[in-house]
């Protein structure tokens, strides 16, 4: 009961979240909890397994963290979707590992821990039920509340069902009040694999009713949406963005292609044109609006044609952030099966040259602010460029650009209105009016 803990973690800010119930549960033994991986006697690695690089990143970190054995490390815990869903094969071979959990066995943490220390490799996979209270890993103003887990969108490339099993909505009453007890945030992000489904597995969807239900808090400022899938962004949904005025007129929403045909093998519902008239209209109902989204490149059967088109879909709809991935081959999911694998490097050509179009696209935008003010809520020091480092409205945390800016003083969590002097293609940089 009196080890230092620590914790790497890797993945999404779902599985952050997943985190930081672990690090709750360390905190209700008692435990103090360390920053450093070379100072702890416990660490938990808790892993991703998206994607087949994302599990060679948490094998690598588990292989690494096994060298600090040489000084304080005592224990290993190996936690998340991998062993979630390669417990089988992920036991006997990653033998540094000490303890196996899975995304809900935080209760499972302490027990397990004890059975090793006693001697015993445990693999309490699937034993245990998820963790209470959180210990915040983002900076004191920015707190995500995740407000379901699973998923039963079923697109034909992912594992996440395998993984985490099908869509199961929080209670609103349970999220309200986790809410509550985060404390003064001035941004409360809501996450899970596809936000915009909440409710619809208890038969109704809740999550507009959710959104008025944590912006009636007085201690939440600000709410951001992120996986807002694009068939559920519903007039109402449009209608509460527009009059809401603690939900950010920012959303994220994976579109993952843009031609009929890959959504089709994707198992995306949508199309093209629908895709371009939900923009459209997002735009035209809510002013100021900013749009963020994913694509996939590289998918079997993918031709020139098609990925030279979605490059132009790009140039039409003009979303302010974009993130690009090369299609990665899962064993177990239907497009595994598929004949027509593009040849990797035709893959990462074809996201290098998404980003070079997104980014040509990005810069220009963020050009037309130059000269003017933008208002910028401070979410640190970036010691390494000497300066503060914060995020207009258009910007996510750790997923989009940043604003980089000087000043006599700043806090983090206070906003700054920022005279831009320059761009790149993804951040601004300038300087804070003195108040």
Known sequence: MNKVFGMISLGCDKNRVDGERLLGEVKRHGCPITDDPSEAQVLIVNTCAFLGAA????????????SLRAGKLEKIVVTGCLPQKFIGELFPALTEGDVFLGVSDCSQLFPALERAYAGERVNAVGTGCEGGARVITTPPHIKYLKIADGCFNHCTYCLIPAIRGKYRSYPMEQLVAEAKELGETQELVLVAQDTTRYGEDTGKNQFVELLKKLSELDN?????LLYCYPEVVTDELIRELRE??????????PLQHSEDRILKLMGRRGSRAEYLALIGKLR??????????TFIAGFPTETEEEYEALKDFLRCARFENCGFFAYSRE????????????????KERRVRGLYAVQEALSRERLNGFVGHSVKVLCDGVDFEKGCFTGRAAFQAYDVDGKVYFTASKAETGKYYDVLVERVDEADLYGQAKER
């Open 55 to 66: 599990r060679e990143e948490a094998i690598d970190t588990v292989i690494a963290g096994n």
């Open 220 to 224: 939440i400022c600000h709410i951001r």
């Open 244 to 253: 809401n005025p603690k939900l950010i007129r920012y959303l994220d929403i």
């Open 284 to 293: 035209r109902e809510v002013p100021g609006i900013a749009l963020r989204t």
């Open 331 to 346: 064993e177990g999911t239907p497009a595994y099966r598929l004949k027509g694998q593009v040849h990797h490097a035709t």
